[in-house]
């Protein structure tokens, strides 16, 4: 699928395409797609200055994650894997075009697909503001609504960083994040933004494999604005998840590509951040819960109080939306979140649709991916982690390996011991 992202005077019609999208502005035509409009609003009443680069990297997050809404993968030749020709303007497409093969191996690697990218000018450099806000806070934090980002950024205040919060508005998540950054070490900085992309046609449900990218560049965009950054020094960009998902090992042979999601997977970090480097964009990302479960972060946190009053507040279902904005209870991210609970406190007050997976039938006990975490919890049991893990961790890009086996194994014995509990068998 051949796709152009550019802003709105761009000669769409000198590059033939499938879809047209209009970067940072509305379009105007049913037949073309949108992005980025209110964005761009957005921070502009945040009168900050970033760095020119990161503008043209939120244009590529932008435009990638068009394409990702964009295109179906049923209608790919293995219902599955879709191939993307991508040219997004951007203000120095020289380097971006010398860079691209470790942005098309990042894209692959994160959302299975095949991607070739070209970038050309006319990107957005808006003029700055007179007196430019720069933000104080010392580092940035994603903040999602999702448990572990809440405990990433609860454990950021109680050691005396000054985090500012950066979120992606999700409808069902919105005013947790707000309330999250509000209650956080007295009130937390928050730059909460949609990216409101809009195509025609589009795949339903989203696939989302690559939405993370545009989390990222939002948390890299903001980096870059604070005193700090301008004043020469590198800015951390903390992207809080516990190892087990992080990694998010399949946990069945049927399991493999992105159905099991990589949107914080060390390989992910490390393809990106050499990106940054080569950019020259001072932001150093970093996972600090790569060696812990979730049920390690929980009980491990630094404000127990806090955390004991909202965690169940909190959202980490991969079926959210489609249960009426409540948790699911039987898909991977909810068995994670239900297995930490109960390694933390034996107690969790989440709303759950499918409460008593014991029950045997397809709803519950019988559901793909229970029966998927029983399988995987009993080959790695049988096959050792390393041969289980395979791939999940053979990229020269990963490193501390082991460190990282032995997470997933109290990971998986979490799960294990929610199972128990539950009496699936």
Known sequence: ???TCALSDYDFLGTPSDLDVVLFGNSGDPMRGSVGAALKHAIMREKVAPAPRAWDLLALALAVVSADLAGHRERSPDGWTREFDLTVSVVDAPFWNANV?????LLAYLSTDRWTLRFVEGGILPQPDRQPEHPSEDCVVLLSGGLDSYIGAIDLAAQGKRPLAVSQMV???GEKQVAFAAEIGGGLRHFQVNHNADVPDPENPPSQRARS???LAYGVFMATTLAR???GDEVTLYVCENGFIALNPPLTGGRIGSLSTRTTHPVVFALLQQVLDSAGLRVRIVNPYRFRTKGEMLRECL???LLGAHAYQTTSCGRFKQFGYNHCGRCV?????RA???????QDLTNYVYGNLALDDDEHAGFDDVRSALIGIAERREAGTARWLGSTISSGLVTDKQALANTVERGLAEIEALMLAQGVR
């Open 229 to 231: 950054y301008h004043a």
């Open 213 to 215: 990218i545009i989390f």
């Open 101 to 105: 093969q470790a942005i098309q191996q």
């Open 171 to 173: 409808r069902g998540d």
């Open 333 to 337: 991210p909810c068995q994670v979140r």
């Open 1 to 3: 699928m051949r796709i």
């Open 340 to 346: 930490a609970f109960l390694a933390w406190r034996g």
């Open 303 to 305: 404000n127990q109080e």
